[in-house]
């Protein structure tokens, strides 16, 4: 079983810069490709960073030239630096993996965390 746990949200002003970090915790080897996510209030669950085992990236449109995903394998975590925040960038961000190596097996899932607020002010 693999648990995902946020943390690094809050509030900030408008051009601030906050780091959210995604910890994960099971009898897990190595995780598979890790996402941030986020959903505003009334609004549809998207996807915003994507970060593979070796390390390559993808960002939404949004964000390019903003946020930066990370990931430390060895303590498989996953951050998100988020700078040049905006107003817009306000959401509830998830943490998502889509499967992990353990015992040699790959067990494939749908796993998310909780969720972290982050709200930006004008």
């Known amino acids: 079983q693999l648990l995902l746990e946020e943390s690094g949200g809050g509030w900030v002003q408008a051009g601030g810069s906050l780091r959210l970090s995604c910890a994960a915790s099971g009898s897990v080897f190595v995780i598979n490709t890790m996402d941030w996510y986020r959903q505003a209030p009334g609004k549809q669950r998207d996807l915003v960073a994507t970060?593979?085992?070796?390390?390559?990236?993808n960002y939404a449109d949004s964000v390019k030239g903003r946020f930066t995903i990370s990931r430390d394998n060895a303590e498989n975590t996953v951050y998100l630096q988020m700078n040049s925040l905006k107003p817009e960038d306000t959401a509830v961000y998830y943490c998502h993996a889509d499967g992990y190596y353990a015992g040699g097996t790959y067990v494939e899932g749908d796993y998310w965390g909780q969720g972290t607020q982050v709200t930006v002010s004008s």
């Open positions: 970060i593979t085992t070796e390390g390559s990236t």
